[in-house]
């Protein structure tokens, strides 16, 4: 019976964590969280989001470097980040998969991803997923872009519909910065991320 029991632990453990509620996002309109917290950027240098916001907005992005929908997404990701980064709104991408740190999620791995990806903007280590926390991310990708004033205007999707490019009919964070640095009230301010789970500690 003991032996039984212990063999069922695993299971009850993969079960807990699949029903383990997931954080609640900050609202829209909430100010960007934690924006004084230094991570390591792929440079070696130490940023916090204050650091990389500009005077138009800034635009984060929790991603990492295996998961398939953010694979799926590559070239969305860089679509809209070289878009946001080109009308002068701040670009972070943040790994927050602290689980996962000593493995593909490594610094020395995320350098190597962002170099294949061709990355000319801030990928950083949120170490023990602190700035996860502190927004309320789940997935990636997901994304979060604030305004001028540091306030969150677009929370959810890159597009709308993260699991085939050929299909999507519209891109939703595009337009929320088009929108945004136009001075537009959002039309879509909300959609669903879909994607890997952050893997937390």
């Not at 924006?35 to 929790?62: A, C, H, P, R």
């Not at 537009?184 to 789970?197: A, L």
Request: some cysteine.
């Amino acid at each position: 019976m003991k032996k039984i029991l212990l063999a069922l632990l695993p299971v009850a453990a993969i079960i807990f964590m699949a029903l383990k509620p997931a954080i609640d996002p900050i609202p829209l309109g909430a100010s960007l969280p934690s924006s004084d917290v230094k991570m390591q950027d792929i440079s070696g240098q130490e940023v916090s989001l204050s650091d990389v916001k500009t005077e138009k907005g800034l635009l984060v992005m929790f991603s990492c470097n295996t998961c398939p929908y953010v694979i799926k997404n590559q070239s969305r990701t860089y679509e809209v980040c070289k878009y946001a980064n080109g009308m002068g709104v701040g670009v972070a991408l943040l790994n927050s998969n602290e689980a996962k740190r000593g493995d593909d999620d490594s610094f020395d791995e995320m350098k190597k991803y962002a170099d294949a990806q061709g990355y000319h903007w801030k990928y950083l280590v949120d170490k023990n997923h602190k700035l996860a926390d502190a927004f309320g991310a789940n997935r990636t990708p997901e994304c979060f872009l604030f305004d001028a004033n540091g306030k969150l205007v677009y929370h959810g999707a890159i597009d709308d519909n993260p699991s085939d490019a050929n299909a999507v009919t519209r891109k939703h964070l595009l337009v929320a910065i088009d929108e945004m640095l136009g001075g537009k009230d959002i039309t879509v301010k909300e959609s669903k991320s879909v994607g890997c789970t952050i893997k937390r500690l």
